[in-house]
Structures are given as structure tokens and as C-alpha cells.
């Protein structure tokens, strides 16, 4: 069965402090890379969807990329509000659903 | 507001009990999956319902079930509740079985005591 792992478990940034936040999996099969965002007691929220090494996507100040077997989450100048729990996922070749890592939750402060 | 409504918000019950949570899917959408959370777990699936059917199984206990109706909201059974049954449960949607990413509710959080 495939492993996503997330690290680190947690992160502490002042504002403005950019940082990247690592997913890695071990699947062989990938057909997608998947980032949420999860506020407290809400549901996770769609940021990005990977499919190859070397693709990158934007938002804001989140910027994700994807290798063979890793992808990162750069967060550029965070801002309070960018703080929530950072979820990745991926789905294999064999399967329909996302297989989350247990996130990282990022705190910003001010 | 994502589109996928969770009933209730939120459930107190004792142990032994049976409850139903119920999911339903943004419109267009003909697939419900199940996630469990809890702190020492991150996000588990549980199970896939396509159109009404099951399609797809997870680390679902026995004493748990689904079911997708034909409106296609869905509800999630679960049984001989235990403490560490407490939890959130999310619904999410999506268009087609197969689906890349989908849409999360806000959740149900169940404590067992």
C-alpha cells in the first residue's frame, strides 16, 4: 500500500518568513499529487493538483512542486491567515480514492 | 460554502449506541466517499459510492456501513459505538468515479462517551 508522508509534523514561522513543507510517496503508479488546506474543525480545501515531475502551480503565496518522489509547498511571505494544517494526497493507478499524509499544521505569526 | 452538506454538525452519544451521518453531494456530483479523522490517525478512507453503488472499500470496520440513495445523498451507519470511534467524519464529492480531487464537507464530529 502507498505511503504519503509529511513533514514536519509542525511549523512555526514569523510573518513574512517564507519556508517549504515536504510530501513524499511512495507509489509507484501516480496519477496525481494532491495539496489541501485544512482549517480547525472544517473541512480540507482544494489547493493543488500535480500529475508529472517538473510541474509547478501558484496561488498566491503558495507555490507547489512535484519530483519523482517528492513534492514541496513553498510558502512565500506567509501572513497570519496562511495558517492552517497543510494536507497532500495522492492517488495511484489502481485505486479511485486519495490517500492523505497526516499533514503539517503551519502557525504564522504576527 | 463547498456544496457538500453534512448532517448534524455535531453528535454526543454513549458507547454501544447507533448513529447515521448524512451527506449530501454538491449537484452534478454522482460520487460519495467517507473519511474518518482523528488526531492520532490524519484522514482515513473509509468507503466509495458511485451512482449507488459501492466502488471502492477503505479501512472500514464491520460494526460501520454506507449507503448511497437514489437522490444520491448518502448515509454513513455506524454501530456498537466505542470511545475511539470518536472522531470527525467527512463526506466529499465528486462528478465521476474516477475522479481527480474532490470536494469536502464540513465535517460531522462524533464523540463517543
Known amino acids: 500500500e502507498d505511503q504519503v508522508t509529511q513533514s514536519p509534523e509542525a511549523l512555526r514561522l514569523q510573518e513574512g518568513e517564507s519556508s517549504s513543507l515536504n510530501c513524499s510517496y511512495t507509489?509507484?503508479?501516480?496519477?496525481?499529487l494532491f495539496w489541501y488546506r485544512q482549517d480547525p474543525g472544517k473541512g480540507p480545501e482544494f489547493l493543488f493538483t500535480?500529475?508529472?515531475a517538473g510541474e509547478e502551480k501558484e496561488k498566491e503565496r503558495l507555490k507547489a512542486t512535484l519530483t519523482k518522489k517528492e513534492s514541496f509547498l513553498h510558502i512565500t511571505a506567509p501572513k497570519p491567515e496562511d495558517s492552517a494544517t497543510y494536507l497532500c494526497?495522492?492517488?495511484?493507478?489502481?485505486?479511485?480514492?486519495?490517500?492523505f499524509g497526516a499533514g503539517t499544521t503551519v502557525t504564522v505569526r504576527a | 460554502d463547498s456544496g457538500v452538506t453534512q448532517t448534524p454538525k455535531h453528535l454526543i452519544t454513549a458507547t454501544g449506541q447507533r448513529v447515521t451521518l448524512r451527506c449530501s453531494p454538491r449537484?452534478?456530483?454522482?460520487?460519495v466517499y467517507w473519511y474518518q479523522q482523528s488526531l492520532d490517525q490524519g484522514l482515513q478512507f473509509l468507503i466509495q459510492?458511485?451512482?449507488?453503488?459501492?466502488?471502492a472499500k477503505g479501512n472500514i470496520l464491520e460494526r460501520f456501513s454506507a449507503q448511497q440513495f437514489p437522490d444520491l445523498h448518502s448515509e454513513l451507519n455506524l454501530s456498537s459505538l466505542e470511545l475511539g470511534d470518536s472522531a470527525l467524519y467527512f463526506c466529499a464529492s465528486s462528478v465521476a468515479l474516477d475522479s481527480y480531487g474532490y470536494t469536502f464537507g464540513s465535517g460531522t464530529r462524533l464523540t463517543v462517551v
Open positions: 494526497a495522492d492517488k495511484n493507478s489502481n485505486d479511485y480514492k486519495l490517500s
Open positions: 507509489v509507484s503508479g501516480l496519477r496525481g
Open positions: 449537484s452534478g456530483d454522482l460520487s
Open positions: 459510492y458511485y451512482n449507488g453503488e459501492e466502488r
Open positions: 500535480l500529475y508529472s
